[in-house]
């Protein structure tokens, strides 16, 4: 087969009328596009309507019927919930944790103490909850003060978690910059030796409690005309319920 490009002659753009483009201006152009194709994302909520006549007068009552639907319907994990926490300077930040416990109480979930958001909370508060159950196009919103749960049932919580899940508590420094994942592994092997079968619960590890002051119940509806009911308490400790303007 001839050589089109013979020693000695520049090489030969077998498509004279192609244009070279520069990485930069690549990397451009796929910003453009993706930004363009986050613009036409559209859906139209159908799903369902959230009036005040069908919606339970308490939010509990009101959070309890959505979650056991979220449940029937077999989302995944529709316990996850987004903790939404403050720090010193006023900066917010957001985690996805799991949900534990809720009665009139409050609601409940665990973590270390020592993580981020376990010395926000202990220095803050307040706190935000959200759950995002996107194939029944709800969203729950929570707000309130928080506080740690007793011994006892931190105690209770952890005792009935897997065995492994009871060595990662005390494996992991959560939220501290570590030298690598075998960091982590040397600590679970070395907790499990120290431990057996029987980890006690960490001082560092436990539940928090946030006593909500304020609900709020998103249900997509079409053109955008969203159904949001908003309970708050009182001056007089009772809930009122409220329609918000999407």
């Known amino acids: ?18 244009q070279r483009v520069a990485p930069s201006h690549r990397a451009g152009t796929c910003r453009i596009l993706l930004f363009m194709n986050l613009q036409d ?3 139209s909520y159908e799903r369902a309507a959230l009036d005040e006549a069908a919606s339970d007068p308490s939010p509990l009552g009101q959070f309890e019927r959505w979650l056991q639907e979220a449940l029937k319907a077999e989302l995944p994990e529709p316990n996850a919930m987004t903790l939404a926490t403050v720090g010193d300077e006023g900066r917010p930040s957001t985690r996805v944790v799991l949900i534990k416990g809720c009665d009139e109480r409050g609601i409940v979930w665990y973590t270390n103490y020592d993580s981020r958001k376990g010395k926000e909370l202990t220095r803050n508060p307040c706190a935000a909850l959200q759950f995002h159950w996107v194939e029944l196009e709800r969203v729950v919103r929570i707000e309130g003060r928080v506080s740690k749960v007793s011994d006892a049932e931190s105690d209770a919580y952890f005792a009935s978690r897997p065995l492994d899940s009871r060595i990662g508590a005390w494996a ?3 939220s501290q910059v570590i030298g690598g994942r075998g960091v982590l592994v040397a600590n679970a092997a070395r907790y499990s030796a120290q431990f057996l079968l029987n980890p006690p619960r960490p001082p560092h590890w436990g539940g928090f409690r946030l006593v909500p002051d304020q609900w709020e119940f998103w249900q997509g509806r079409q053109s955008r005309l969203h159904d949001r009911l908003r309970y708050r308490v009182t001056a007089e400790g009772t809930w009122l319920r409220e329609r918000l303007a999407p």
């Open 1 to 18: 087969m001839r050589n089109p490009n013979p020693p000695g002659q520049p090489r030969k753009n077998p498509r004279p009328d192609a």
């Open 41 to 43: 994302l559209r859906k």
């Open 172 to 174: 992991s420094p959560q």
